[in-house]
T-cell receptor, first 111, second 115 residues
Framework: DAKTTQPTSMDCAEGRAANLPCNHS???????VYWYRQIHSQGPQYIIH???NNETNEMASLIITEDRKSSTLILPHATLRDTAVYYC????????????FGTGTRLLVSP | NAGVMQNPRHLVRRRGQEARLRCSPM?????VYWYRQLPEEGLKFMVY????????ESGMPKERFSAEFPKEGPSILRIQQVVRGDSAAYFC?????????????FGSGTRLTVV
């Protein structure tokens, strides 16, 4: 599986957009970019995933660069409840895949 | 539609006792995964099960740990003769098929403390 690199921590003001970057320069053609988050003391929560097109759902947007070597998760209007550790994971979409959780980005949303 | 249910939420065991952690997957999900999160560390894959079958147990410690997912009832992660190093949060996830295509749904975890 391709390795990912994320900043250790980020801050965001409540109500502003949070843009979380992820580098995955060794991603291969059949690998997707998945984002999960873990709010303190809870289980990880699936957010969004994509292959090469930008994706949007009720939680977030995912922007993947044309060369697919990096991506950005966007929380359009961050709230205090979005404070969590965000994990960017690159894996194939077929067959069993173990999720490899790195250290992620610790996002702190402040009033 | 209830999510992935894990119980107990908190479990305290003395060294040498057995710990049994239960996981009921989401309705319609027949694939279950167990992950462990040691204090101040990331989540690590332990085992992947389908009904009555262990598919991948490459992350399970070689001794004292076992898992099952019977035809009826929840999946069970069993730790025999617990030691202090087993203290961790254990998370179960489920999916409708054996791939991440629809995302894995995680439970709230069981926090095991060994005293």
């Amino acid at each position: 599986d391709a390795k990912t690199t994320q900043p250790t921590s980020m801050d965001c003001a409540e109500g502003r957009a949070a843009n979380l970057p992820c580098n995955h320069s060794t991603i291969s053609g059949n690998e997707y970019v998945y984002w999960y988050r873990q709010i303190h003391s809870q289980g990880p929560q699936y957010i969004i995933h994509g292959l090469k097109n930008n994706e949007t759902n009720e939680m977030a947007s995912l922007i993947i660069t044309e060369d697919r070597k990096s991506s950005t998760l966007i929380l359009p209007h961050a709230t205090l409840r979005d404070t969590a550790v965000y994990y960017c994971i690159v894996i194939s979409n077929t067959g069993f895949q173990k999720l490899v959780f790195g250290t992620g980005t610790r996002l702190l949303v402040s009033p | 539609n209830a999510g992935v249910m894990q119980n107990p939420r908190h479990l305290v065991r003395r060294r040498g006792q057995e710990a049994r952690l239960r996981c009921s997957p989401m309705k319609g999900h027949s694939h279950v995964y167990w992950y462990r999160q040691l204090p101040e560390e990331g989540l690590k894959f332990m085992v992947y099960l389908q009904k009555e079958n262990i598919i991948d147990e490459s992350g399970m410690p070689k001794e004292r740990f076992s898992a099952e997912f019977p035809k009826e009832g929840p999946s069970i992660l069993r730790i025999q003769q617990v030691v202090r190093g087993d203290s961790a949060a254990y998370f179960c996830a489920s999916s409708p098929e054996g791939s991440p295509r629809y995302g894995y749904t995680f439970g709230s975890g069981t926090r095991l403390t060994v005293v």
